[in-house]
């Protein structure tokens, strides 16, 4: 993605592997100032994960993928290097799918700096090509919807929500994107509206709870990304995608999630079958460190929600458009 520094527009990924080291954007500390961590071990990378220092399921699998390298390269026991890592985050599918993998390429004898850069390489392809096949969907004029971030911040580089609207965006059309704020961690207004910044794509940070209202006064798409895509196309997103999806299907307004293959599930029937992480109370109940709850309130904190496939015009994946009829007929390998 591109970025404005002072010396002008740079070239920057999520993360990436240099000396020796994993280095992420510390996305906790966006937009405010653009810094990074560098981690040498599973555990710490693992820690990273279940901090949101990088976040979005493409990401946080190809975090995990580094993960289990350093784990290879230091001589780890890489059953228990895999465990740790996949506890880190229980719902987004591309932590497990990325460890797994791994461990088959590291098994097989591959160089396991060399598979971990084989596999974020393979999601920035694949996330382009998620951009070419969405693009057409975006109209000049359009008005966008989308939650929370799926864009390069989310996926190593490019996007997946966010991809088709870089893409029509660099091919001239002139739409407007709303980006809902995103509670609590404030991805939409904090990540997502800084990436649109970044690209000079015209937007609008709403209040989540503005959504049916802006959505009443004119919304033409809704694009979202997804953390897990089950077989019957269910899928969990970040809290806040399922009231949207109800809002669409009411409005007749076409509601699509962007994700790449190794964000589905086939092993999982039904949505009601995720497991939903719950966040800690603190991040409702605070605001950079003040506190605005009472003391003692009981809080209820589910980092995603469960949309059913019946709200969703169409899957956008490095395959094409599909609806949910096609899920079970493809392949699950999307770095081979």
């Not at 591959?110 to 598979?115: L, R």
Request: glycine letters at 10%.
């Amino acid at each position: 993605m591109k970025v404005k520094t002072a010396g002008g527009e740079q070239d920057v990924r999520a993360l990436w592997f240099e000396d020796g080291e994993l280095v992420m954007i510390d996305q906790r500390l966006l937009p405010r100032s653009l810094g990074t961590l560098r981690y040498r071990s599973y555990a710490a990378v693992a820690e990273a994960i279940r901090d949101m220092v990088t976040r979005g399921a493409p990401s946080i699998g190809a975090a995990a993928a580094y993960g289990m390298a350093l784990a290879a390269r230091a001589g780890e026991d890489l059953g228990e290097a895999a465990a740790a890592i996949k506890s880190a985050r229980p719902t987004a599918n591309d932590l497990f799918y990325a460890v797994d993998w791994m461990a088959a390429r590291i098994e097989e004898g591959e160089d396991p700096a060399a598979a971990a850069d084989r596999y974020a390489e393979a999601i920035i392809e694949k996330c382009a090509a998620i951009g070419r096949h969405g693009a057409h969907l975006i109209e000049d004029g359009h008005r966008v919807m989308t939650h929370c971030n799926a864009g390069a911040l989310a996926t190593v580089d490019v996007g997946t929500a966010l991809a088709p609207i870089r893409q029509a965006w660099r091919e001239g059309r002139r739409f407007m994107v709303y980006a809902s704020e995103t509670r609590p961690r404030l991805q939409g207004m904090q990540l997502t509206a800084w990436e649109l910044v970044q690209e000079g794509i015209d937007h609008a940070v709403i209040v989540d709870g503005a959504s049916g209202h802006v959505m009443r006064q004119g919304v033409d798409l809704v694009i979202v990304g997804a953390d897990r895509i089950v077989a019957n196309g269910d899928f969990a997103n970040k809290i806040g995608t399922y009231e949207k999806a109800v809002l669409a299907k009411e409005l007749g307004i076409p509601f699509y999630v962007a994700a790449p293959v190794s964000t589905f599930d086939l092993s999982t029937a039904r949505g009601e079958d995720i497991t939903i992480e719950d966040r800690p109370p603190e991040e409702l109940t605070e605001v950079a460190g003040i506190k605005l709850a009472p003391e003692g309130v009981n809080v209820l904190n589910p980092a995603f929600d469960v949309t059913p496939a019946r709200y969703v015009s169409g899957y956008i994946t490095e395959k094409g458009i599909l609806v949910a009829a096609d899920i079970s007929c493809m392949g699950v390998d999307a770095h081979e």
